[in-house]
């Protein structure tokens, strides 16, 4: 059996806020003793440019962009099929075919309730890469031959008081580089591509799949890290403190960790220092077995 999952865009960003409501889907596609999952995109047409709900800054281009390089290139991790709705008529249509349909109504890709769950030992699924990106990341350390360190920055004008200190990053970078490990910087999409990179930032499924085969991947401020906290690779989150809203909406307060997190995976309420960072990922480095 398969179960269908209604993805509103009148609620629901084009972000990677969408991988959370992935997980949702999965927990309820397990709840059920579903051994399939299908995802319907149902567009907001009195929205942005028909189909979404304004989010950010971002135009309908870029909207429309992000749709088909996140929202639908993400559902491979869970191992989702997906389906973009034309219509709502055509996705409450699709409601009633299915024997199984999860329709949640409102932000479905908040995680609190994922959160809630776990505390009460529900099990969490993890998101995972599929295996043609594992290979071609695996292609590619091969070559390089040392244990890989990524650091995920963000830098946007939205919200810019979540941006990275750069100078602190480059310097953690220049460290890292010192005691043996291969760095590998990753932008946000939009400004790696405008420069005429972009190998995984461009895709989200190379990108999981990198992050799995890293010794360590230090993320900021930003949306990526909802990516790395729902798969099993490791990580370092950096960020000062949560915003007041986090508590309902992520069901976290400060200086939690993450109910299903492992001994690799930690969220660092720090400002993103050069001496802060440098200092949690000794301490990881000095707590390996």
Partial sequence: MTLTAFYDLEFGPVSFDFVTFLVRAMMERDRRG??????????????????????????EAATRWRLWHIVVAACPLAGATVTLAATREQARK??????????????????????????????????????????YVDAWLVREGR???????????????????????LALAAWLEKVGYCVVTLDDAHDAL????GYVELDVD?????YER????????????????????PYLRVAAGLPAEWKANIGLA??????????????????DTFEAMRAALTDWENAKP
């Fill in 34 to 59: 579903c051994d399939g999952l299908h995802v319907v995109v149902v567009p907001h047409e009195a929205g942005l440019g028909g189909f979404s709900r304004h989010w950010g800054p971002h135009d």
């Fill in 94 to 135: 699709m409601s009633y075919r299915a024997e199984h349909s999860w329709a949640p109504e409102g932000k479905a890709h908040l995680a609190a309730p994922i959160m809630d769950a776990a505390r009460k030992g529900t099990p969490v699924p993890r998101l995972a890469a599929t295996e043609a990106a594992r290979r």
């Fill in 147 to 169: 244990k890989v360190v990524t650091l995920t920055m963000r830098r946007q004008s939205n919200d810019p008081a979540r941006n990275a200190d750069r100078a602190a990053w």
């Fill in 194 to 197: 405008c420069k005429g990179r």
């Fill in 206 to 210: 190379l990108r999981l799949a990198l």
């Fill in 214 to 233: 890293a010794a360590m991947n230090v993320v900021g401020n930003n949306g990526l890290a909802a990516l790395l906290w729902h798969s099993a690779a």
């Fill in 254 to 271: 400060q200086g939690e960790q993450i109910p299903w997190a492992t001994r690799d995976q930690v969220l660092m309420y720090a400002p």
